[in-house]
């Protein structure tokens, strides 16, 4: 048995000995647990945003890591007409993907919008005044900054309607 269901049995049979009736101490046991809930789920939710956040720095790392050895080996790929199709094809499936993992996550997308945002901001800091591209880069990142963070706002707003108003 844990601590905390040892001490609840300790209630009962206090209430008990002194007289009284256990159902009373279960009722506030009941009571007592449903008051820590929130709380509880609260620190979880907190502790997987956190987790999310790391995981995806991680991966984003990775692939940042790993992407110019692959790009030699596309370029090489693409050339070829028939990939090139089945390229694009993968690319509208993956936008598909992308698209119905917004709609159901729309939280979990701003953060990955937001963080792509990011990363390629800080990619392309030190080429900002190099050319006419990375300034187009550069504000193309800032755009997707301000998509993530609306996509974020919108989460939010759905989620705390339908808590609001569970159906």
Do not use: C
């Not at 609260?42 to 790009?71: C, E, R, T």
């Not at 709609?103 to 392309?124: H, K, Q, S």
Request: net charge positive.
């Amino acid at each position: 048995m844990t601590g905390r269901a040892e001490a609840q049995n300790d209630m009962r049979r206090e209430a008990i000995r002194r007289g009284g009736d256990s159902k009373i101490v279960d009722e506030f046991i009941r009571e007592s647990n449903q008051a820590m809930e929130p709380l509880a789920n609260g620190i979880l939710a907190v502790f997987l945003k956190i987790l999310a956040w790391v995981l995806l720095l991680f991966v984003m790392h990775a692939a940042y890591q790993i992407i110019p050895s692959l790009i030699g080996g596309l370029k090489v790929w693409l050339s070829n007409p028939f990939y090139r199709v089945v390229a694009v094809v993968i690319a509208i499936v993956f936008a598909w993907v992308l698209l119905v993992i917004k709609y159901r996550w729309m939280i979990a997308y701003g953060l990955m919008e937001t963080a792509f945002g990011v990363a390629t901001l800080y990619d392309n800091a030190t080429d900002f005044s190099q050319d006419k591209a990375s300034f187009l880069v550069m504000f193309a990142a800032m755009y997707i900054l301000v998509r993530g963070f609306e996509n974020l706002r919108n989460g939010y707003k759905v989620k705390h309607a339908k808590e609001l108003h569970p159906t």
